[in-house]
């Protein structure tokens, strides 16, 4: 009899075996099934990392600001601080006692102030933009105190960027590029700079010509794309003499009660709110939970019809198999081999289905991230899709899961055959 | 005489197609010996096959008492009919039933690979040769011809060595040299290995190389004959 066989301990391996040459006699069909998975876990992968991405772009933009407080002038701090994240106009103003006022609360242990203006970009003659494009962010800065802020501000240096420095406080045509500012007007350290600005009430913008003198290394933020000007005379420019757009404050010790305790102070004077860059962030991230909840919402939807898919292709194959699963219980098949190898079959189709979903994820996020910063200003700079192998990890096992679940009415239908009604029916 | 390896009385297979019942196998008492082949013959519909379905525990009988290698199938379980049929019976069908996808050799082999069994190189290799296959062993069944498939089932068959083979209509989609060559395998594996042989045909010239033919009609024994006495 059989006993001279010896167990197999390898006898899974041979389980596989069938089911990827099960899986391969219908390919086209196979592969429908397993690119419907893939879809699914594409958007799902894709949304992940669009969450997670999203997330750590605002974490490490508020960061990058250096403060973990703004005074600015009332109005929608959703506003003001995707402005002071990512740029934008429709700028509010302070008065500039209020820096005065502020400056010596006992709690600050720095702060910097700064004035947001909006440039044309007439005059550069470098690139035909299109006209809503066509701005510039200027910043006037305290250089000491900005430095102070944001101590990983550093020169380019290289051929054309050495000897980069900040402009003097007093001086009326140095300019400090951003990174991206620079690299976008191509310029470097001694060229010429042009900023069509039109001051407050004044109908024609004037023309300064400028001499760049220092730009700045790479830092991922806002800061790339902005042009920064002496503050004095950044505020003498936009014909705001006197304004300040924010204060940028560092506390001393920055917890939920001093900046309650802050705020209590402080949003007294009647031409101020405070805003935490915690509520900042809340805001923002609450904002994108909408469309996030949307896009999850297709993501459940492509996961269903995967689902789906899958059970109809593998019921599909069980029923063109009928009699071969027949064949298989009368050579010796209990109900669950036939379970086991109908299981397998679902599970490796999803689980190829979830690799390669995650693939097109990866190779694509560049596209998704420009696609979804083309749809909507999402309020920061930097990269918003970020799919890391733990989130690659979730869809693969996710894809196993759906697996695991269509799997169970195909199979257990193919084990439920009896013998010889399924060796008829296939015959 | 041999040891006796299935007994069957008062065998009765009916079934109900809407208020008719058809009898199918009505009162049927058969006994198969070890190392006896055993044909069953008869027209088409007078319930041969419905018979070593019963015989073979792939099917449950309506009525009547069977034994299977001493064991009583009353009232099992699909699953328990199962253990039965392993290791104690071999298939072999008319069609075949290779799986299109796998090898010879692992199409002889699948069997093991449902009793947890690691397959033996030289047992496999002895079989292919039994059946005198050996150089199509990693042949897909496509590149086969019906002979050479129905050489393979019977392989398949013997792979885990079993007291019984159960063929249904084991020549029947092959040419007449062809099916006598598959009867003499079976003789030979019958005379050599002592294996108990139980098949249906409608040839009754394949039916009388058999130790003893039995005839159907209309689900009952008609006749019992032993043609090579």
Same mark, same amino acid.
């Given at each position: 009899?059989?006993?001279?066989?010896? +167990?197999?301990?390898?006898?899974?391996?041979?389980?596989?075996?069938?089911?990827?040459?099960?899986?391969?006699?219908?390919?086209?069909?196979?592969?429908?099934?397993?690119?419907?998975?893939?879809?699914?876990?594409?958007?799902?992968?894709?949304?992940?990392?669009?969450?997670?991405?999203?997330?750590?772009?605002?974490?490490?933009?508020?960061?990058?600001?250096?403060? =973990?407080?703004?005074?600015?002038?009332?109005?929608?701090?959703?506003?003001?601080?995707?402005?002071?994240?990512?740029?934008? *106009?429709?700028?509010?103003?302070?008065?500039?006692?209020?820096?005065?006022?502020?400056?010596?609360?006992?709690?600050?242990?720095?702060?910097?102030?700064?004035?947001?203006?909006?440039?044309?970009?007439?005059?550069?003659?470098?690139?035909?933009?299109?006209?809503?494009?066509?701005?510039?962010?200027?910043?006037?800065?305290?250089?000491?105190?900005?430095?102070?802020?944001?101590?990983?501000?550093?020169?380019?240096?290289?051929?054309?960027?050495? $000897?980069?420095?900040?402009?003097?406080?007093?001086?009326?045509?140095?300019?400090?590029?951003?990174?991206?500012?620079?690299?976008?007007?191509?310029?470097?350290?001694?060229?010429?700079? #042009?900023?069509?600005?039109?001051?407050?009430?004044?109908?024609?913008?004037?023309? @300064?010509?400028?001499? &760049?003198?220092?730009?700045?290394?790479?830092?991922? *933020?806002?800061?790339?794309?902005?042009?920064?000007?002496?503050?004095?005379?950044?505020?003498?420019?936009?014909?705001?003499?006197?304004?300040?757009?924010?204060?940028?404050?560092?506390?001393?010790? #920055?917890?939920?009660?001093?900046?309650?305790?802050?705020?209590?102070?402080?949003?007294?004077?009647?031409? &101020?709110?405070?805003?935490?860059?915690?509520?900042?962030?809340?805001?923002?991230?609450?904002?994108?939970?909408?469309?996030?909840?949307?896009?999850?919402?297709?993501?459940?939807? %492509?996961?269903?019809?995967?689902?789906?898919?899958?059970?109809?292709?593998?019921?599909?194959?069980?029923?063109?198999?009928?009699?071969?699963?027949?064949?298989?219980?009368?050579?010796?098949?209990?109900?669950?081999?036939?379970?086991?190898?109908?299981?397998?079959?679902?599970?490796?189709?999803?689980?190829?289905? $979830?690799?390669?979903?995650?693939?097109?994820? &990866?190779?694509?996020?560049?596209? &998704?991230?420009?696609?979804?910063?083309?749809?909507?200003?999402?309020?920061?700079?930097?990269?918003?899709? =970020? !799919?890391?192998?733990?989130?690659?990890?979730?869809?693969?096992?996710?894809?196993?899961?759906?697996?695991?679940?269509?799997?169970?009415?195909?199979?257990?239908?193919?084990?439920?055959?009896?013998?010889?009604?399924?060796?008829?029916?296939?015959? | 005489?041999?040891?006796?390896?299935?007994? %069957?009385?008062?065998?009765?297979?009916?079934?109900?197609?809407?208020?008719?019942?058809?009898?199918?196998?009505?009162?049927?008492?058969?006994?198969? @010996?070890?190392?006896?082949?055993?044909?069953?013959?008869?027209?088409?519909?007078?319930?041969?096959?419905?018979?070593?379905?019963?015989?073979?525990?792939?099917?449950? +009988?309506?009525?009547?008492?069977?034994?299977?290698?001493?064991?009583?199938?009353?009232?099992?379980?699909?699953? =328990?009919?199962?253990?039965?049929?392993?290791? /104690?019976?071999? #298939?072999? #069908?008319?069609?075949?039933?290779?799986?299109? *996808?796998?090898?010879?050799?692992?199409?002889?082999?699948?069997?093991?690979?449902?009793?947890?069994?690691?397959?033996?190189?030289?047992? /496999?290799?002895?079989?292919?040769?039994?059946?005198?296959?050996?150089?199509?062993? *990693? @042949?897909?069944?496509?590149?086969?011809?019906?002979?050479?498939?129905?050489?393979?089932? !019977?392989?398949?068959?013997?792979?885990?060595?079993?007291?019984?083979?159960?063929?249904?209509?084991?020549?029947?989609?092959?040419?007449?040299?062809?099916?006598?060559?598959?009867?003499?395998?079976?003789?030979?594996?019958?005379?050599?290995?002592?294996?108990?042989?139980?098949?249906?045909?409608?040839?009754?010239?394949?039916?009388?190389?058999?130790?003893?033919?039995?005839?159907?009609?209309?689900?009952?024994?008609?006749?019992?004959?032993?043609?090579?006495?």
């Amino acid at each position: 009899m059989t006993n001279h066989y010896k +167990p197999d301990p390898f006898v899974l391996s041979r389980y596989f075996n069938l089911a990827i040459k099960n899986l391969r006699r219908r390919m086209v069909r196979t592969g429908l099934t397993i690119a419907g998975v893939s879809l699914a876990v594409t958007v799902a992968v894709s949304l992940g990392g669009f969450m997670l991405g999203y997330r750590g772009a605002i974490d490490k933009s508020i960061d990058m600001l250096g403060f =973990q407080v703004m005074i600015m002038a009332k109005g929608c701090p959703y506003e003001a601080a995707t402005m002071m994240l990512k740029g934008g *106009t429709g700028l509010l103003y302070l008065p500039g006692e209020i820096y005065d006022k502020v400056r010596n609360d006992s709690e600050i242990e720095s702060i910097t102030p700064i004035f947001v203006g909006v440039a044309q970009k007439q005059g550069s003659g470098i690139r035909e933009d299109s006209a809503e494009k066509n701005f510039l962010i200027v910043s006037g800065v305290e250089v000491a105190s900005y430095k102070v802020m944001k101590p990983w501000i550093n020169f380019k240096s290289g051929p054309g960027f050495d $000897g980069g420095r900040w402009f003097s406080p007093d001086s009326r045509n140095e300019v400090v590029l951003g990174f991206e500012a620079a690299e976008y007007e191509q310029r470097k350290v001694g060229d010429t700079f #042009f900023a069509t600005i039109t001051p407050a009430g004044k109908p024609e913008p004037v023309q @300064h010509e400028l001499k &760049v003198v220092g730009i700045l290394d790479r830092t991922g *933020t806002q800061d790339d794309g902005t042009v920064f000007l002496p503050l004095e005379v950044t505020r003498e420019y936009f014909g705001r003499p006197g304004q300040l757009t924010i204060l940028g404050i560092k506390l001393k010790q #920055f917890n939920a009660v001093n900046m309650r305790n802050f705020e209590t102070r402080w949003l007294k004077l009647p031409e &101020v709110q405070v805003v935490g860059l915690q509520q900042v962030k809340n805001t923002l991230v609450g904002l994108v939970a909408t469309a996030q909840t949307m896009i999850a919402a297709v993501a459940v939807i %492509a996961i269903i019809v995967a689902f789906i898919g899958v059970i109809n292709t593998i019921l599909m194959s069980v029923y063109e198999r009928t009699s071969e699963i027949g064949i298989m219980k009368a050579l010796g098949a209990r109900r669950d081999s036939i379970f086991q190898l109908i299981w397998l079959e679902t599970v490796m189709m999803c689980l190829a289905g $979830g690799i390669v979903g995650s693939l097109m994820a &990866v190779i694509g996020s560049n596209l &998704v991230e420009k696609a979804i910063k083309s749809i909507a200003d999402m309020g920061v700079s930097g990269s918003i899709v =970020q !799919i890391t192998p733990a989130i690659i990890g979730y869809a693969i096992l996710g894809a196993v899961i759906l697996g695991f679940f269509a799997g169970l009415y195909p199979a257990w239908r193919a084990s439920s055959m009896r013998p010889v009604e399924a060796i008829n029916k296939g015959n | 005489m041999n040891k006796i390896l299935i007994e %069957a009385s008062g065998l009765k297979r009916y079934y109900q197609r809407g208020s008719e019942t058809v009898k199918a196998l009505d009162g049927v008492d058969i006994q198969i @010996h070890a190392g006896e082949i055993v044909s069953i013959l008869g027209p088409s519909g007078c319930g041969k096959t419905t018979l070593i379905n019963l015989l073979s525990c792939l099917d449950a +009988p309506t009525a009547g008492k069977l034994t299977v290698d001493g064991k009583s199938v009353d009232g099992l379980t699909e699953d =328990q009919l199962v253990e039965v049929r392993r290791g /104690t019976l071999g #298939f072999v #069908f008319q069609n075949f039933s290779l799986l299109p *996808t796998l090898t010879v050799t692992e199409n002889i082999e699948l069997p093991l690979m449902f009793l947890g069994l690691k397959p033996d190189p030289i047992q /496999t290799a002895n079989i292919l040769a039994a059946v005198g296959l050996t150089d199509r062993a *990693t @042949h897909l069944p496509r590149e086969l011809s019906g002979g050479q498939m129905q050489r393979v089932a !019977i392989a398949r068959a013997l792979i885990s060595n079993p007291k019984i083979l159960v063929a249904d209509e084991p020549t029947g989609n092959l040419d007449k040299a062809t099916g006598e060559s598959i009867m003499a395998l079976f003789q030979r594996l019958s005379a050599e290995e002592g294996l108990a042989i139980l098949l249906t045909t409608h040839n009754t010239a394949f039916g009388a190389i058999a130790d003893r033919a039995i005839t159907l009609e209309d689900g009952r024994i008609v006749s019992e004959v032993r043609p090579s006495s």
